[in-house]
């Protein structure tokens, strides 16, 4: 069934090419299924940009009849890249809309550049670009003790698959300590669980 979809996925657009070399697809397997995790063998892995990669990644979604992926990045999306560090995150979160990631978590990596950088993209204006996606937070406060939220960026959000109502709530782990207090000092992470309660009990009265 993979190689079947990559197959046609290649007879539609072709692999890039780099300097007269074309990348060369020769099979794929499923090394995983929790979470699913698929590898692709190639002739040259430093031929396969990433929009070649996205596009694949949405041919195979797009080949379950059911509507029933949800995609969630639980942080630390940003950092491991040149092309990251040089965009400051937007080549990643240009990627991410791209291949239709539903929500978005706080990792202790966003702050690696000062979260301004990172909540730039959740803040409706998209003359700087802009998430199509909401980053969530239950747990990261100010330091006026006012839940850091913004336009796009809210405490939980609910997805609809295949008729079943899925609720997706935000909280950052025990990774305070880990951050450069230089870009935390102004916020504080609150490690109540009962904030996370609250909001499913939130989520529960509006039907999910």
Known sequence: MLNQVLNEAIAIVQPPTDKGKRLKIFYGTQASTKPPTFVIF??????????????????????????????????????????????????????????????MGFGNHEFDWGIAEVIKYFDGDKSNGEANFPLLNTNIFNKDQTLLLDDNIVKSTVLEKEGIKVGIIGFIGDVYNSINYSVVRNYYFDDNINLVKDEAINLKNQGV
């Not at 950092?79 to 990627?95: F, H, M, P, R, Y």
């Open 42 to 103: 190639v002739n040259d892995k430093e031929l396969f940009h990433f929009s070649y990669e996205r596009y694949l990644v949405n041919q195979i979604r797009n080949a379950n009849p059911k509507d029933d992926v949800v995609l969630v990045a639980n942080g630390d999306m940003f950092q491991g890249t040149a092309i990251s560090n040089i965009t400051k995150g937007l080549s990643v979160i240009e990627a991410m809309n791209v291949m239709g990631f539903d929500c």
